[in-house]
């Protein structure tokens, strides 16, 4: 089968600085898959560019070979495209707000991950805490039926019990052809759940592997892998 | 289920599955739980879950029945092999340990005599 996702030399400035050059990156249906890098190293940009929310005016990439950015937006359900709405709506309204903003979007889904995530059709967003407004999040982004899920750091700053929801949310409603790039600084969190890591470094994917070969093969964990390529330069 | 991070996952999940068909939790005959259960279960990939049980049916240890799901194997040689060759490879952990503690396979025999039985009088004491 053809790759969900093709990148050819894609290279992106911002404010005159260059964050990404010359990257290139495939990636196949099906699959969960690490984004690993330092903070600063480009993560974010490149998901924001693959979903579209930056141009990519060379049209460097391509999503089921869709190359236009604003139809791409449509095929890729992103983290950071949740929130945006106004006042202080219940969580029921803002499952009916992207309801009909998404032609994707699952009701159901999205009511039955509120409950596997504990949260409350009737809390009010403001009044939610960091950790069960990163599971709304989730909720909002795992309710969307498509072939690719970007979540990024959606373990940053909350506790280990609510990372085990947010985990089994994923096995449990990844569509079995999508693929989720999940990005992370403690590969830690997810390394039991990676089918393969891309790492981004110097602006480009320095290493992509699979998870196995690097246990199998290499003999190292993915947290010391990953780690491998910033000791080198000390 | 604790992962250790340096070894393939569906490995351990393989190892886990054997264990739980020695100990009878999975007894012959019976039926594996659904792949996706068993990724939530064990908090892994629903494609490391598929290779494991991959696996096990290509050793003959599960039978997979179209539409209905895989089932614990009830050959009795293949369960039997499977109990030998867990215990093998423990013991040949330990033979590998105590050769490079130069003992001999006499001294090793002696040395597991006089401590399976002082096992069994602190169980039984």
Do not use: C
């Amino acid at each position: 089968m053809a790759n969900l996702l093709t990148i050819n030399h894609l290279s992106y400035s911002r404010n005159l600085q260059l964050i990404l050059k010359d990257l290139n990156l495939e990636l196949p249906y099906g699959q969960i898959v690490g984004l690993l890098g330092t903070n600063g190293a480009g993560k974010t940009t490149l998901m924001r560019l693959i979903a579209g929310n930056y141009i990519d005016r060379k049209n460097s990439i391509s999503i089921n070979t869709e190359t236009n950015s604003a139809v791409r937006k449509s095929l890729v359900s992103f983290t950071e495209q949740v929130g945006g709405w106004s006042g202080h709506p219940r969580i029921f309204k803002i499952g009916n707000f992207y309801d009909a903003l998404y032609e994707d979007f699952n009701l159901t889904t999205f009511n039955q991950l509120l409950s596997n995530l504990n949260l409350s059709p009737d809390q009010r967003v403001n009044q939610l805490s960091k950790g069960n407004f990163r599971k709304l999040v989730i909720a909002v982004t795992l309710a969307r039926q498509t072939d690719l899920y970007l979540l990024d750091e959606p373990f940053d700053g909350i506790d280990s019990m609510t990372r085990k929801k947010i985990i089994s949310s994923i096995i449990q409603w990844k569509p079995e052809n999508a693929t989720v790039l999940v990005s992370d600084h403690h590969v830690g969190d997810i390394a039991n759940l990676l089918d393969q890591v891309v790492i981004i470094k110097d602006q480009h994917v320095a290493a992509q592997e699979a998870a196995d070969t690097i246990r199998e093969t290499l003999g190292k964990d993915i947290e010391t892998y990953y780690e491998d390529f910033y000791r080198e330069e000390l | 289920m604790k992962f250790d991070d340096k070894i393939p996952i569906y490995y351990q999940i393989k190892q886990y599955i054997y264990k739980e068909i020695i100990i009878n939790h999975l007894t012959p005959g019976s039926k594996v739980p659904a792949v996706r259960q068993l990724a939530l279960d064990l908090a892994v990939n629903v494609n490391t879950v598929q290779r494991s049980l991959r696996e096990l049916i290509s050793e003959g240890v599960l039978e997979s029945q179209r539409g209905k799901g895989n089932f614990v194997t009830t050959n009795p040689e293949i369960l039997n092999n499977l109990r030998k060759n867990i215990v093998e490879e423990q013991l040949s952990l330990m033979y590998d340990h105590l050769a490079s503690l130069q003992l001999t396979p006499d001294e090793m025999i002696q040395a597991l005599t006089e401590y399976v039985n002082k096992r069994k009088e602190t169980h039984h004491g």
